[in-house]
């Protein structure tokens, strides 16, 4: 494993790293001395970021405004942060939405638009970089940010759900494709996280979710740490380790019937635009 002084001075692309888990592995990855290209739409948001983490770990910083729900701003993401000859090392997946609510609930536009960031743009982005990265044959990772929805099927988040599923298998199959390249390749699956994206996929926190929720910063660490060991998948806190266990051993139809009456008690929902 590499040491962070070893990793001092390689450049990192994050997406989503405007907040939440984005924003704490940024946050994390200046601190070991890593320099960042940091990708979302609220530029605002990055340059304020990559200022103070310049400031505060003598690192370099480009914030690259982007909207990955929009077809090819994935190339153009990436073409932005190998310019010049710079040389990447490090990808993190993290750009993601969701909405929870009955099916038709919402517009199919905002479905389209969850598929378009959560699947195509980080397969995208992904194709880009192992090319970039073979090429220059440098030690290299890409972390992509899944869920524990990545291993279970949860009414009223069936489209997110699907989107997630889809992380996990093509970052564990990419994973063996590469095992034998520079690249190494990380499944972080997470489970409730406290950060925006609860309030923007409509959900409304019950007091027994907090009971199992984690803090973006205790994800970010875990997951980081777990990547730069090369782990194939990465799943923080105990309780959602064994929770991805259950549909090992019930059908089903027993599954997605406790998972809608685990997610009935921990939350409610309202309806949010794209």
């Known amino acids: 494993m590499q040491t962070n002084q070893l990793r001092k001075g390689m450049w990192a692309v994050i997406t989503g790293a405007s907040s939440g888990i984005g924003e704490s592995m940024a946050r994390q990855m200046g601190a070991q001395g890593m320099n960042l290209l940091l990708v979302a739409r609220r530029l605002d948001r990055l340059e304020a970021l990559g200022a103070e983490l310049k400031e505060q770990y003598q690192i370099e910083y480009q914030a690259i405004d982007a909207d990955l729900s929009l077809a090819h701003e994935a190339k153009q993401v990436f073409e932005r942060a190998t310019a010049q000859g710079r040389v990447v090392q490090v990808l993190i997946n993290n750009a993601g939405v969701g909405v929870y609510g009955p099916f038709q609930h919402y517009d199919v536009e905002q479905y389209l638009k969850m598929i378009q960031i959560n699947v195509t743009a980080l397969m995208e982005l992904s194709y880009h970089f192992v090319g970039h990265m073979r090429t220059h044959g440098k030690v290299s990772y890409i972390g992509n940010v899944g869920s524990i929805a990545s291993y279970l099927s949860v009414p009223y988040f069936s489209v997110y759900g699907a989107t997630k599923h889809f992380v996990k298998e093509f970052s564990e199959a990419l994973s063996y494709d590469l095992k034998k390249s ?3 390749v990380t499944l972080i699956a997470p489970g409730g ?11 409304i926190l019950k007091a027994s979710a907090h009971t ?6 205790a994800v970010a660490k875990i997951g980081l740490q777990g990547l730069f060991k090369r782990r194939r998948a990465i799943i923080p806190g105990w309780t959602n380790c064994v929770a991805v266990l259950f549909p090992r051993f019930f059908p089903a139809k027993w599954m997605l019937a406790l998972n809608h009456w685990v997610m009935q008690r921990a939350v409610s929902y309202k309806k949010v635009s794209s």
């Open 182 to 184: 520079n690249i190494s």
């Open 193 to 203: 996280t406290y950060s925006e994206f609860t309030e923007r996929s409509g959900q």
């Open 212 to 217: 199992n929720m984690m803090t973006s910063e």
